[in-house]
């Protein structure tokens, strides 16, 4: 089975809504957190948001703070992106990651994720 599975990316115009989701299996979601990343390209992977599963804690890049909203839903292993304000700069491939060991550093290095999804692209058009 397939660990996480992304969908709901797309194209859209400055300014405006897309919501992402990740699906997870029972196991991968049972991890300690769940994060989206994102990679331009020429550009690192950065980490966008995660959501502490047992807690509910999160935590957002500054630069989607106030814009970008991540949740959860339990009861069907699935993350959500909620993605507001889009600006030509989130244009990027969207990936979801869930992660149990911590190897140092921040929740937002990719380093603490061991499974990821195969991305989903968001284009963000000026």
């Known amino acids: 089975q397939v660990p996480l599975v992304e969908s709901g990316g797309g194209s859209v115009q400055a300014g405006g809504s897309l919501r992402l989701s990740c699906a997870a299996s029972?196991?991968?979601?049972?991890?300690?957190?769940m994060g989206w990343f994102r990679q331009a390209p020429g550009k690192e992977r950065e980490g966008v948001a995660v959501?502490?599963?047992?807690?509910?804690?999160?935590y957002y890049a500054d630069s989607v703070k106030g814009r970008f909203t991540i949740s959860q839903d339990s009861a069907k292993n699935t993350v959500y992106l909620q993605m507001n304000s889009l600006k030509p700069e989130d244009t990027a491939m969207y990936y979801c990651?869930?992660?149990?060991?911590?190897?140092?550093?921040?929740?937002?290095?990719?380093?603490?994720?061991?499974?990821w999804g195969q991305g989903t692209q968001v284009t963000v058009s000026s």
């Open positions: 990651a869930a992660g149990s060991r911590w190897y140092g550093g921040s929740w937002y290095q990719a380093r603490n994720y061991e499974y």
């Open positions: 029972r196991y991968t979601y049972s991890s300690n957190r």
């Open positions: 959501i502490f599963t047992a807690a509910g804690n999160t």
